[in-house]
């Protein structure tokens, strides 16, 4: 049992060394997520978001454009579930005065 | 040291005040600078890495240390037991609001380019309003954290 255990993990860490090894270089233009346009001749989003997150919201971080401003709604559920958990939190935990 | 004494130990640690001099000059030079820190993460989000969720829990992080040195009965003047769930849901609030701000202004919601500010161009606005939905997630981050800390001690 332990035997096969070492040789399935082996097995994967090959399948990794070599994933990682075919891996595009940083910043290549053209690997695949730093496309323009994808194969149906759409745009894609993360070649949008850099170049237009800096004349759309005069802010030199794009990450924090692409949080607050593209994907705000996304952030706003964030923020509520940190409230909700905080809120769960008082109920679960809190010393009751009786 | 059995369970129980390392357990009553440890909440005389964390509901009592520290009795020490040492600890108490260094926690008080030390509190404002973390916080100055927080409010810099927050304000630098722009530009850096940081803003509402980082800067928030740095801010937490300065009241949880006075709460674990002075006490938790010396620490309200800071920041009173029953402050931080309400804190919170304003910061929750002001996120939603900016978003509501914009959509009763003409835009679809969160578009912070409709905020009813004169004067400004869009992008300038929706700069300003991300410093603004940033300034919600500080709130409401920090009085969570808070609340947890000031609930595990039963208050």
Avoid: W
């Avoid at chain 2, 600078?33 to 409010?39: A, D, K, R, T």
């Avoid at chain 2, 003047?77 to 849901?89: D, E, F, S």
Wanted: net charge positive.
């Amino acid at each position: 049992m332990k035997a096969i255990r070492i040789l399935a993990l082996a097995a994967f860490s090959a399948v990794m060394m070599v994933a990682v090894v075919h891996l595009p270089p940083k910043g290549d233009p053209h690997s695949p997520a730093n496309r323009v346009e994808n194969v149906l001749k759409g745009p894609v989003a993360g070649a949008y978001y850099i170049q237009n997150s800096y004349p759309d919201a005069k802010t030199p971080n794009m990450v924090t454009v692409i949080l607050a401003d593209y994907r705000g709604f996304d952030t706003l559920g964030e923020t509520v579930v940190v409230f909700a958990g905080g809120v769960a939190c008082l109920y679960l935990l809190r010393r009751r005065t009786a | 040291m059995n369970e129980v004494t390392r357990d009553i130990v440890l909440r005389r640690h964390m509901e009592g005040p520290i009795v020490s001099p040492i600890v108490h000059v260094c926690i008080r030079g030390l509190v404002p600078f973390i916080q100055i820190v927080g409010l810099y993460v927050y304000f630098h989000g722009h530009y850096s890495p940081g803003g509402g969720f980082q800067g928030g829990v740095l801010m937490a992080a300065s009241i949880i240390l006075l709460r674990m040195s002075l006490g938790l009965a010396d620490s309200q003047a800071v920041m009173p037991n029953r402050l931080p769930i309400p804190l919170a849901a304003v910061g929750a609030l002001i996120y939603a609001g900016t978003g509501l701000f914009a959509m009763v202004a003409g835009g679809s919601y969160l578009d912070y380019g409709f905020l009813p500010i004169p004067g400004l161009e869009p992008a300038m606005l929706r700069n300003l309003g991300i410093l603004m939905i940033e300034l919600g997630v500080t709130l409401c981050v920090m009085s969570t954290i808070i609340s947890i800390y000031d609930n595990l001690l039963g208050s």
